[in-house]
């Protein structure tokens, strides 16, 4: 695709409009795909999809990664989406955290950057992160 090609300004998929990357067409069209796609994940313990009814306060939760609390970070050049958002704001984007928090009790939910952005190449926050993996339960 030519996305991590130089300069950024001649980067064709940098410099679509968002009246072009949101507009009716392309969001039936990612409707369609959403519809017929499936995801394949490792649930052992029966974590996914979590239970709305399910009393989470005695669940511990976390969310491993540099963009566990991302919303701007996920729309911005650079990011993995574009600007997507029609009204000008990022709440068409969620963070991860935030995501899960509509989910499960947000006092339950543990977090830890592992890595200070995705183009970090230090090991320094692995151990936090594994401590805060083991802490949770699911």
Excluded: W
């Excluded at 990612?30 to 989470?56: E, Y």
């Excluded at 976390?62 to 989406?81: E, R």
């Excluded at 574009?82 to 977090?111: F, K």
């Amino acid at each position: 695709l030519g996305l991590f090609d130089q300069p950024v300004a001649e980067q064709v998929y940098f410099n679509i409009p968002p009246s072009v990357v949101n507009n009716a067409k392309h969001q039936e069209l990612n409707l369609l795909a959403a519809h017929q796609i499936m995801t394949l994940l490792k649930n052992d313990q029966s974590t996914l999809p979590f239970d709305a009814s399910d009393d989470s306060s005695t669940s511990s939760y976390a969310i491993i990664g540099p963009h566990y609390n991302a919303t701007t970070d996920l729309l911005i050049v650079g990011g993995y989406t574009g600007q997507v958002c029609v009204d000008g704001s990022y709440d068409c984007v969620p963070g991860v955290l935030n995501g899960i928090g509509r989910y499960v009790n947000a006092d339950n939910i543990l977090y830890a950057e592992g890595c200070n952005g995705v183009l970090c190449n230090s090991t320094a926050g692995f151990a936090n992160a594994v401590k805060v993996a083991n802490q949770a339960d699911k």
